[in-house]
């Protein structure tokens, strides 16, 4: 039985995780051994792994998805922290609202809320 699924995110620098990560989207830092840093939060989820030929409405397939409890004020939050945003806040026809944004490393990230 899976108990868990981590995505390990390549970099040659873990402090540009902090803000967007830890300071923006408001993990907590789990475990910093120097050489990997784990964000995350006790949260209970599923153990989940997606894989598609593109994003939905022929968006790029983003590296993660990261599910909030409010995506318009993350979305105002990572404007002003000037982060790329990729694709505006859209409603999804299959009752999503979401946008991508470039991580500090320049992964895709789908941030979205279920409605």
Do not use: C
Request: hydrophobic share 40%; net charge negative.
């Amino acid at each position: 039985m899976i108990k868990r699924i981590v995505a390990n995110i390549k970099t040659e620098d873990l402090s540009k995780a902090d803000l967007f990560y830890q300071g923006i989207l408001g993990l907590d830092i789990l475990m910093d051994h120097g050489w990997i840093k784990t964000f995350g939060n006790d949260e209970k989820a599923k153990v989940q792994v997606s894989f598609a030929t593109q994003g939905g409405n022929d968006t790029e397939v983003p590296l993660l998805s990261i599910e909030v409890d409010n995506v318009d004020e993350l979305y105002e939050k990572i404007q002003q922290a000037g982060f790329e945003i990729t694709y505006g806040i859209t409603d999804e026809d299959w009752g999503v609202r979401r946008f991508y944004v470039k991580d500090p490393f320049g992964n895709l990230v789908n941030i979205l809320e279920h409605r």
